[in-house]
């Protein structure tokens, strides 16, 4: 005997299933590390910027220093994204520029690591408040990326452009 959906199928109709996944607190979690990935990048290229900086203010390109060099990167190091945007401003009129796109993300960044859980406390624990979370990670993730981008830029670097096979993929040692 023929079942419903191989009766029907036996005369050309099909029929789908759409099976609805509701989103894990393991996605939660998983989206999560995503979005601090992105604040992480937006820090380490902020502080890359400010070394430059430092390397060129104290001629270490032409009087090249390893004592000097470490500590500038160990001072720097030691900045939080607030800290590196406010040392950045006077030294690049572009991060000046950039304050809106800046002031934003590090409220979410902010907002991200000190208050995201406490925030959505009991979410986490039904199918609509895991959604909801991870429509705000995503917002944050964007926000991020928009301003790790609009950094990048500042150093030449267009990451809407870069093609995945021109990305690098090996650890670079510092």
């Known amino acids: 005997m023929l079942g419903p959906l191989s009766r029907h199928a036996s005369v ?10 509701m989103p894990r607190l393991d996605d939660v979690y998983w989206k999560f590390g995503f979005t601090a990935e992105a604040a992480q990048l937006l820090e380490t290229e902020l502080g890359n910027l400010l070394i ?14 390893p004592n000097r060099a470490a500590d500038l990167f160990r001072r720097i190091d030691k900045h939080s994204l607030g800290q590196l945007i406010i040392k950045l ?13 800046l002031a934003k993300a590090l409220d979410e960044r902010n907002r991200l690591f000190h208050s995201f859980y406490r925030q959505h406390n009991f979410h986490r624990n039904s199918d609509e408040g ?9 917002s944050v993730h964007k926000t991020l990326l928009d301003a790790y981008k609009a950094v990048m830029l500042l150093s030449g670097v267009d990451l809407d452009k870069l093609l995945a096979t021109e ?3 090996k650890y670079l040692p510092i």
Do not use: C, F, H, W
Request: proline share 6%.
């Open 52 to 65: 430059k900086y430092g390397v060129v203010e104290e001629d270490l390109v032409n009087q090249p220093n």
């Open 89 to 101: 401003k006077p030294k690049n009129q572009s991060i000046a520029n950039l304050e809106a796109v």
């Open 167 to 169: 990305l690098p993929t």
């Open 12 to 21: 050309g109709i099909s029929r789908v299933a759409i099976i609805l996944v």
């Open 130 to 138: 895991r959604e909801g979370m991870l429509d705000d990670l995503e």
